[in-house]
């Protein structure tokens, strides 16, 4: 099979379209691939994107640019697909591409720098089958935005340019590249120099993001101790070898509070395990009804559901391949890794000050290391998102855990009514929507966008041809 080129495209020093409708995206990761897709799909003739993305490769982003240790995905390879007639896309490449003696079974979790590299074939399949498509890629940070009177968007840069367009995407996943708030950030370059000096390494954290570092700094060579702290020291679930086919059945009347959805998961839970089934089931099943759950809750509830719930729900909506599990289990039946329940106080050069729920006791705690594993949260006090919110453009969820948005990841304005230009993709949206992390949500969420912007983009179009023709 002929592999596409990967995509490298820079800006030029002007930014030109004979475009009749433009869209610029702020983020060339993998909610900004799923959006260059998704439009060139639905916008059938000559359209402008302008990306803003720092990196050098679109497609990749955080998630999967940084993955260079073997992690995996935590969705079966069957499911992310990037081609909706064809579910098994992703498997398909992955059979194309596989160097070892094992065929992927579409049940497989794949490693997440190939899925990376699929990503950004299929968005460079997509480009060079619509040369109408014009795509600038501007490896800058946009710093804020601004709508004029005629409804058309100036989006600012570094330097001072800025890129006018007709509407604008947020992909910028949680917003940015946040500063780590217990020494080394997840993902970041441990220098040789302090690796060979480490005896114990402390994570901050136990969800899926320690798991990846845990077994990266193991891949590396390193053979101290690891203690892992966080408050409830809940550890991410595993996924089954093979899907169940279980399909729960879901009552007529949906649950009205926080109470109501965690009695009915665990009857769900309790009856498809009696079935022979298995409670993995019942989250799987329950992922693409969980938005409209989410949104039927009112605000009191949500945020009972954030103090009381959220922990534990992510341990089992978020899960590990089976292997991944297993291995994670060997590492603490053999002591090397320990876990401990605590509320970190304060974090000084590596120095920890921790409140052990166990003992009821405040203790510093030394380490060689100190590594964030807290996982991501929306960044909303970046000038980008702060200037939008001061000129109306956008507001808080209730939450105050991103933006609020529809499913279709429309931005909610002052007027309580939502954009049709403006819109912000994936996590940004998460305390509107909840489900919208996972690869799967984001390109399903990317496609209700180019739904709704392939109106404007034919109610623009048809106005230039007619003035065109007009002025014959």
Known sequence: MTKAPLLLR???????SNAPFSVTIIGGGFSGAAAIIALGRRCPGPLSMEVIEPRQMLGQGLAYGEATSGERLNSRAKDLSLVPENPRDFVDWLTDHHSDDTAPTGFDFA??????RYVTERLSECLAKRPELQLRHHRDEAE???????????????????????AVVLATGYGCRQASRYGLPAFREIPPERFSRMHRVTLVGT????????????NQGFEGQVTLISRHGQLP?????????????????????AGDMLRLVRTLSQRAEAEGADWQSVFQALRPLTSRLWRELDIGERRRFQR?????????RYRLPPAHARRLQAELDSGRTRLARGRILASDSGQLTVHWHD????????????????GHRPALDTPLLRSLVAAGLARHDALGQGLSVSESGALFQGNDLPSRRLYALGPLGHGSLLEITGAAEIFQQAQAMADELSVAYAATTMTTETRALDAR
């Open 10 to 16: 820079q800006s030029p020093s002007a930014c030109t």
């Open 111 to 116: 490693r997440r720098a190939d899925y990376g």
């Open 144 to 166: 804020k935005i601004h709508r004029d009177a005629s409804g058309r968007f100036t989006v600012g840069v570094e330097n001072g340019r800025s890129i006018t367009a007709d």
């Open 207 to 218: 969800g899926l993001t320690m798991v990846d570092t845990l077994f990266r700094l193991r």
């Open 237 to 257: 679930r595993p996924h089954t070898e093979t899907p169940s086919r279980h399909c729960p059945q879901w009552p007529q009347a949906w649950p009205e509070s």
């Open 308 to 316: 009381h719930l959220a922990t534990r729900y992510g341990c089992y």
């Open 359 to 374: 003992t009821n006791r405040t203790s510093h705690w030394p380490s060689d290391l100190v590594i964030d594993c807290s």
